[in-house]
């Protein structure tokens, strides 16, 4: 079953990014911690794809391998069939708002990517980009004057404005409170469904995986592997209400071996 | 384990190395500056070792590096036991703070030095001069750092004492001392190396013992720039002894938080 | 953290006042009890004060001190800047050369007297070159801590970007350390006012320490030495009051945020 699993469900569909057998090893102090042991994960083109797990299971070590900043101690990721030896603007990694330059204003941040374009090309992608994340009115304003969502929104603006054909999110709505959380997922898909990247989404939320995904990875504790791939076949919007959600939410629920009852 | 030791020691052996060879190319290139030179007046390093071991036989260097430590001690640490409990209270007391402030703060930017003609006044020449100067170059600096650490202290820390039923002066021993421990001790680190540089100072100007003295007197003594540039070697190192000292303070687990993490 | 809640418009005036009227009068008093005929008191100094600024002697002293510290400083900066970028940004290179940085920085600049008369004679450049020493070492080893400071993730997302080592050090890792380079700017600048005065009463024969050691020896002049020194502590805190103002560019504010 899990082998099946790991594979798309069309087989002969292009794939954007595939992982295979990768194993990540780190010593620190002597000892040595198995953090991520045989994951395989293939994903197609324009797919929306949530890894899910507990904290510190070893999710953001994965995407991070995905995304070039770490190289796997075993296996590898290819990404258009090619190896990947390091980041690239084709693919932007999005922190938590933490990453947005406190030094440059709404602006500069966005403009931070495009210094190969000439102006005209760069006001205009700025332009367009800052309406996409409805942060018109603040182009002038630093982050420090920005709310945790609007500094959200313009990390995810600079990434956009650079083209780039994937993005990796790591827990990217983790430090919003719970209503300006379900806000920015219904902009991720928004700007999603208008922009077509590839998304890798990591997150601890099983019901923003479920929300957003086209397919939920779920992880098991360290040394983390991918354990099941279910697929979300809802579409959206997606009630979160109907028999299906709450069908797949409580089997990924059973999975994590989690209990319905609070 | 035991090979992988064996095959890491020549490499790290080599990083250890590097400074050494550095500091030994400065001094090569120093010696032939001064050979160079036309007017034989500055020393090479071989001459001031030469001074060094001078003082050394003459038993003055011990006599002179005990004099400065024992005037630094006594001002610092007499500066130390008053700024630290005046900065404290004057730090939780607004009132209070708010008052002494500017007095403070035009009495902190007069260099110690400008002291001296006070000082020799009121204490005549001697040990006592040089103990006040070294404890005025320390207390306002502490004195600060002290408020500025009270005032650092988050407010959610109090009230989880006041929570807990403690009274105010528990509030102040349990919660409010160990919450600036951190932060004195990086003042007083800082301090202590400004006591340094007034001793030295003082010492050239007030009295006829310690590093300072010996600066000024080996000069004005028949020129001997030997024994002035091992002086400053000497105050050197003792300076750096100093700061390492303290350092390790910050080092001891208890007190290694900080609040910059957030 | 404080003990009280937030006190009334009215005393921010008033408690400033009332404690520098009480020191005044403490000053005023004691002077009189212990019937000094040495020491001025506050009256007395006022009068040196007025007198100094009579004869224009003040203004050029002023404007030495002044100018010495600009110099000085001012080349500590363009120096020691670049110095603390290069070694935070290689750290091979910092781990050669910071043991030499650290037995230099506790030599007190003053002990450097001798030295500097020897290179430059008696006159400004020494002055200028001690308070350079004095302000190089801080300044280093700000720049040096801002650099190894930055965080983790802002050099992976300008590496994500494509962005050259170059334009990484400019638009990144600069001004991501340029807070911290800013407060070990203002301490430099604080200790560079601090040996400004401790060379002019050895090394020249102008500026304020000067004054201070010229109204000691030429007449036991004590209301004229207070009067200097009250003049070098006013003058030290303007100076210090005009440097907190740069942390209000808004590009640079953001790193001063847990700071009154």
């Given amino acids: 079953m899990?082998?099946?699993?790991?594979?798309?469900?069309?087989?002969?569909?292009?794939?954007?990014?595939?992982?295979?057998?990768?194993?990540?090893?780190?010593q620190r102090d002597g000892k040595t911690t198995q953090v991520l042991r045989d994951v395989n994960l293939q994903v197609a083109p324009g797919e929306f794809v949530c890894i899910l797990g507990p904290s510190g299971c070893g999710k953001s070590t994965l995407l991070s391998t995905m995304a070039g900043f770490l190289s796997p101690s075993s296996g590898e990721v290819k990404i258009d069939g090619e190896l990947v030896t390091g980041p690239s603007p084709r693919r932007i990694f999005v922190f938590q708002e933490r990453g947005v330059f406190p030094w440059l204003t709404v602006e500069g941040n966005i403009a931070f990517g495009l210094f190969k374009l000439s102006r005209l090309e760069r006001d205009r992608r700025i332009a367009y980009y800052v309406k996409l994340v409805g942060l018109e009115g603040f182009e002038k304003a630093y982050p420090s004057e920005l709310s945790g969502g609007m500094k959200q929104r313009l990390e995810v603006a600079r990434a956009l404005a650079v083209n780039p054909d994937m993005l990796f999110l790591d827990e990217p709505f983790g430090a919003l409170d719970s209503i300006t959380r379900l806000t920015m997922r219904r902009e991720l898909l928004r700007i999603w469904e208008a922009e077509r990247n590839t998304i890798i989404f990591v997150t601890h939320d099983i019901d923003e995986a479920v929300q957003l995904a086209d397919r939920v990875a779920v992880m098991s504790d360290r040394p983390a592997t991918i354990q099941q791939i279910v697929t979300i076949d809802i579409p959206h919007p997606r009630d979160l209400s109907s028999p299906r959600y709450l069908e797949l939410r409580n089997g990924i629920f059973d999975q994590l071996g989690l209990a319905h009852k609070v | 384990m035991q090979l992988s030791l064996n095959s890491f020691l020549p490499l790290s052996l080599r990083v250890r190395l590097r400074p050494i060879a550095f500091i030994a190319a400065l001094l090569i290139a120093w010696q032939i500056a001064v050979s160079r030179s036309p007017v034989h007046i500055l020393p090479g390093p071989s001459e001031v070792?030469?001074?060094?071991?001078?003082?050394?036989?003459?038993?003055?260097?011990?006599?002179?590096?005990?004099a400065s430590l024992f005037r630094v001690t006594w001002g610092f640490l007499l500066a130390a036991c008053l700024a630290i409990p005046i900065g404290l209270h004057v730090g939780w007391h607004r009132r209070a703070e708010m008052a002494l402030n500017p007095l403070i703060q035009i009495f902190r930017p007069i260099s110690p030095l400008a002291w001296i003609p006070i000082a020799i006044l009121w204490l005549g020449v001697g040990d006592l001069s040089s103990i006040f100067l070294i404890f005025l170059g320390c207390f306002f600096p502490l004195l600060l750092t002290a408020i500025n650490a009270v005032q650092n202290v988050p407010a959610v820390h109090a009230n989880v004492a006041r929570n807990f039923g403690l009274s105010p002066a528990a509030v102040v021993y349990r919660v409010l001392y160990p919450a600036v421990v951190p932060q004195l001790i990086v003042g007083l680190r800082i301090t202590l190396g400004v006591a340094w540089l007034v001793v030295v100072a003082a010492e050239m100007i007030a009295v006829n013992s310690g590093l300072g003295f010996l600066i000024v007197d080996a000069r004005n003594a028949g020129n001997r720039y030997d024994l002035v540039v091992a002086g400053m070697v000497i105050i050197g190192l003792i300076g750096l002894l100093l700061d390492l000292g303290m350092r390790s303070l910050e080092r001891v687990k208890s007190l290694r938080w900080s609040y910059s993490e957030d | 953290m404080n003990s009280l809640a937030e006190p009334r418009k009215w005393e921010k005036y008033f408690w400033p006042v009332l404690a520098s009227a009480l020191f005044l009068a403490l000053w005023h008093y004691s002077v009189i009890w212990s019937a000094t005929k040495v020491f001025p008191s506050p009256l007395a100094v006022e009068k040196g004060m007025a007198q100094l600024a009579g004869k224009g002697l003040l203004w050029s002293y002023i404007a030495d001190s002044l100018r010495r510290v600009a110099l000085g400083f001012g080349a500590a900066v363009l120096v020691g800047v670049p110095v603390g970028l290069t070694l935070g940004w290689y750290p091979t290179a910092n781990q050669i050369v910071n043991p030499v940085l650290q037995i230099l920085r506790p030599i007190s600049p003053i002990a450097w007297i001798p030295v500097a008369i020897i290179l430059f004679g008696i006159g400004d450049t020494t002055a200028v070159f001690l308070i350079f020493l004095a302000a190089f070492f801080p300044i280093v080893v700000a720049s040096v801590d801002g650099v190894s400071n930055v965080p983790s993730m802002f050099r992976r997302a300008a590496r994500n970007f494509g962005l050259s080592p170059l334009q990484l050090l400019v638009k990144v890792v600069f001004p991501a350390a340029l807070p911290q380079i800013i407060i070990g700017l203002r301490i430099a600048l604080g200790i560079a006012w601090l040996v400004v005065v401790a060379a002019e009463m050895i090394a020249v024969d102008s500026g304020l320490g000067y004054l201070v050691i010229d109204a000691r020896n030429s007449g036991k002049r004590y209301d004229l030495v207070v009067a200097a020194m009250l003049l070098i502590g006013v003058i030290g805190l303007v100076l210090d009051l005009c440097f907190r103002r740069l942390r209000n560019f808004k590009s640079v504010r953001w790193g001063f945020r847990n700071e009154s």
């Fill in chain 1, 2 to 26: 899990a082998a099946s699993a790991n594979k798309l469900p069309e087989t002969d569909a292009p794939i954007k990014l595939s992982a295979d057998h990768v194993g990540m090893v780190f």
């Fill in chain 2, 49 to 66: 070792v030469g001074g060094i071991v001078d003082l050394i036989r003459h038993g003055l260097l011990l006599k002179y590096i005990v």
